[in-house]
């Protein structure tokens, strides 16, 4: 009989995510430490293609976006009592893959542009609400590992890291925000 076909990861997929997210969003400006560590969940989905060489080494791209609830609240007292939070409210990237697989499972690095949605509110306790919206946009990379459960069914985990452009957002006064997160996802895709 002839020996069966031997498993590739060529080929487009798509598939949904969901996992974990923190980061940073440092105040450049104000001088009063208004440093905030949004967290939360976030879930989405993902497309792209692999075409795999004869030894292994694979080369690939993906996109992907997630929905996101990242957030995080501090309290100054200085000159006055206020509050600042930090929304990340969505995460998108397009990156390159560069991978070697290793029968069903493979493994891989991934770089390339990203971009979220993020929102700053200023809330004074003496009265007025200040609240701007940004669109983040930066570079991220990762890694992770992908199994094939069956010929069109593959599992992920994967770890991205985001850095983005420093934004200004507009509240009682201009202020610039340097903006990071780290995600840790797993995943289920079709594969064709």
């Known amino acids: 009989m002839p020996a069966p076909a031997a498993w590739s990861w060529t080929g487009i997929y798509f598939g949904v995510n969901a996992g974990y997210g923190w980061g940073t969003a440092i105040d450049l400006d104000s001088g009063f430490n208004n440093d905030t560590s949004p967290s939360g969940w976030l879930a989405g989905g993902y497309v792209g293609a692999n075409y795999q060489f004869a030894g292994g080494l ?14 995080d609240t501090i309290s100054g007292t200085v000159p006055f009592d206020y509050t600042v939070t930090t929304n990340i409210n969505s995460i998108g990237s397009v990156a390159g893959r ?95």
């Open 58 to 71: 694979l080369i690939g791209i993906d996109a992907a976006w997630d929905w996101a609830n990242l957030t």
């Open 98 to 192: 560069l991978g070697f697989g290793m029968d069903r499972w493979l493994i891989y690095a991934r770089g390339g542009w990203a971009w979220a949605g993020s929102q700053r509110i200023f809330d004074p306790s003496g009265g007025g609400y200040y609240s701007d919206n940004q669109t983040l946009s930066g570079w991220t990379a990762g890694f992770g590992a992908e199994y094939a459960f069956t010929n069109n069914l593959v599992g992920r985990l994967q770890f991205d890291h985001y850095a983005f452009n420093n934004a200004v957002y507009n509240l009682f006064v201009p202020v610039t925000v340097a903006t990071t997160v780290n995600t840790v996802t797993a995943g289920i895709a079709l594969k064709f």
